[in-house]
T-cell receptor
Framework: KQEVTQIPAALSVPEGENLVLNCSFT??????LQWFRQDPGKGLTSLLLIQSSQREQTSGRLNASLDKSSGRSTLYIAASQPGDSATYLCAVRPDRGSTLGRLYFGRGTQLTVWP | EAGVTQSPTHLIKTRGQQATLRCSPI?????VYWYQQALGLGLQFLLWYDEGEERNRGNFPPRFSGRQFPNYSSELNVNALELEDSALYLCASSPGGPYQPQHFGDGTRLSIL
C-alpha cells in the first residue's frame, strides 16, 4: 500500500526565507506527483504537477523536484511571504492496478510565515 | 468558468442520522472523486465515479455510498452516522479517465453531535 510522508509537520519562519518542504512515498510506481496548498477550512489549490518522467517543475517562486526511484519530492519556496502561510500537501497518483484514479496524500506541512 | 461546487457548506447531524452531500463538477468533466479529511488522519480517498459508474472505492464501510447523475453531478450519502464521521468532505472533478488532474471544491464540513 502506498504511504506518503511529509516532513516537517510544521514550519514557522520569518518573511524572506527560502524554504524546503519534503515528501516521500513508498511505492515508486506512480504516474505523477502533485503539490497542493490548503487554506484553513478550504479546499485544495493545485500548485505544481510533476509527471513521473520529469525531474522538476517551476511556477513563479515555487520549484518542485521529483526523484521517483528514491521515492522523494521536494518543494522549494523562494523568498517566502506571509501570504504563503497555509498547509502544503503532497499527493501521488498510482500508475496501475486496483488503485487507479485515487490520489494518496501526505498529512501536510503547516507553514507560517511571519512579517 | 465555474469551479467545483459543493453543498451544503456546513451540515450538522446527530448520531444515527443520514447525511447527503452534493457536488457539481466543472463543466465538461465526467469524473467525480470524493475524499474525507478527518482531523489528524489526512485526506483519505472515498469514491470515484466516471460516466455514471463507480470505478473505484476506498477502504470505507458500505454505509458510505454515492451516485453520479446523467449531468455528472454527484451525491455522497452517509448512513447511520457515527461521531468519527465528523470531517471535511472534499469533492474533486476531472475530465474522464484515471490520469487527469483533479480539481477540488471547498468541501462540506460535516459535524456529528
Amino acid at each position: 500500500k502506498q504511504e506518503v510522508t511529509q516532513i516537517p509537520a510544521a514550519l514557522s519562519v520569518p518573511e524572506g526565507e527560502n524554504l524546503v518542504l519534503n515528501c516521500s512515498f513508498t511505492d515508486s510506481a506512480i504516474y505523477n506527483l502533485q503539490w497542493f496548498r490548503q487554506d484553513p477550512g478550504k479546499g485544495l489549490t493545485s500548485l505544481l504537477l510533476i509527471q513521473s518522467s520529469q525531474r522538476e517543475q517551476t511556477s513563479g517562486r515555487l520549484n518542485a523536484s521529483l526523484d521517483k526511484s528514491s521515492g522523494r519530492s521536494t518543494l522549494y519556496i523562494a523568498a517566502s511571504q506571509p501570504g504563503d502561510s497555509a498547509t502544503y500537501l503532497c499527493a501521488v497518483r498510482p500508475d496501475r492496478g486496483s488503485t487507479l484514479g485515487r490520489l494518496y496524500f501526505g498529512r501536510g506541512t503547516q507553514l507560517t510565515v511571519w512579517p | 468558468e465555474a469551479g467545483v461546487t459543493q453543498s451544503p457548506t456546513h451540515l450538522i447531524k446527530t448520531r444515527g442520522q443520514q447525511a447527503t452531500l452534493r457536488c457539481s463538477p466543472i463543466s465538461g468533466h465526467t469524473s467525480v472523486y470524493w475524499y474525507q479529511q478527518a482531523l489528524g488522519l489526512g485526506l483519505q480517498f472515498l469514491l470515484w465515479y466516471d460516466e455514471g459508474e463507480e470505478r473505484n472505492r476506498g477502504n470505507f464501510p458500505p454505509r458510505f455510498s454515492g451516485r453520479q447523475f446523467p449531468n455528472y453531478s454527484s451525491e455522497l450519502n452517509v448512513n447511520a452516522l457515527e461521531l468519527e464521521d465528523s470531517a471535511l468532505y472534499l469533492c474533486a472533478s476531472s475530465p474522464g479517465g484515471p490520469y487527469q488532474p483533479q480539481h477540488f471544491g471547498d468541501g462540506t464540513r460535516l459535524s456529528i453531535l
